[in-house]
């Protein structure tokens, strides 16, 4: 089961990883936005990879849990 907690790991740390590049843009984009609409459309393509992010983080850590339980 080691290797159920270790690629859970890695997926929780990638998620991670898309989570922190989604805050980086969304923080580039109100520093340069010129309008209101600019802002929105930025953060509008954002939003998805923001979702699966947080998707692809909660996997790895329900397959470090399950990992966890079953070792």
Known sequence: MD???WFGAALSLAGLVALAWC??????ARKTAQSDE?????IQ???PLNTG???LSVFGLMMVVVGILLG
């Open 3 to 5: 290797i159920l907690i």
């Open 38 to 42: 600019a802002l929105r459309a930025a």
């Open 45 to 47: 393509k954002v939003v």
């Open 23 to 28: 805050i980086v843009t969304v923080w580039k």
């Open 53 to 55: 992010a947080l998707l």
